[in-house]
């Protein structure tokens, strides 16, 4: 559907720009497999502030709805 998907990314601290070298090469493999306009959709922030801020500093281009599902139920949360 033209979205590349990083679920889980945890990388070492004391190693500096890991984090940011990962992204990076995260959406180059996503350009290349599926072409220009191709969206990185990165983890959720799980309702960490500090995530939440890196996250808004990648110049989002849309927020995707969070949905907590549960047996018989499901619930729109806010957008992150």
């Known amino acids: 559907n033209g979205q590349w998907m990083g679920i889980v990314m945890k990388t070492d601290p004391t190693v500096p720009g890991l984090c940011a070298y990962l992204r990076q090469h995260l959406a180059r493999i996503g350009l290349r497999e599926l072409g ?15 995530l939440r801020h890196a996250k808004g500093s990648y110049r989002p281009v849309r927020l995707v709805p969070k949905f907590t599902v549960a047996h018989g139920a499901t619930q729109e949360r806010e957008a992150a």
């Open 36 to 50: 220009p306009g191709a969206e990185l959709n990165i983890q959720q922030d799980d309702g960490l502030p500090g």
